[in-house]
């Protein structure tokens, strides 16, 4: 094993707690921006929740689930449910 990926969107894991709890060279993947809904995201607020890890350990930035099904362009998805296209 070489890291940990976390969902920090829908889980309740604190990332200070994780980063002293994993082994130093693990890569911890941060989950930080809604799979759900790409679209939105507050880049202010996702920062200040791992700012104090940048420079600590190797870090990567990614969404809290698979981007598998995230429509490419929105403009175009005339199906999707009001809450996930919001």
């Not at 350990?57 to 698979?66: D, K, N």
Request: hydrophobic content about 40%; glycine content about 6%; some cysteine.
């Amino acid at each position: 094993v070489q890291g940990l990926h976390v969902d920090l969107v829908h889980g309740k894991d604190d990332v200070a707690e994780l980063h002293n709890r994993l082994p130093a060279d693990w890569l911890l993947s941060a989950g930080l921006i809604n799979g759900r809904n790409v679209w939105r995201a507050d880049l202010t607020e996702k920062y200040a929740q791992i700012k104090d890890l940048v420079g600590k350990r190797e870090l990567w930035v990614a969404s809290s689930c698979s981007l598998l099904h995230s429509p490419i362009d929105l403009s175009v998805e005339t199906r999707l449910d009001a809450e996930v296209k919001s």
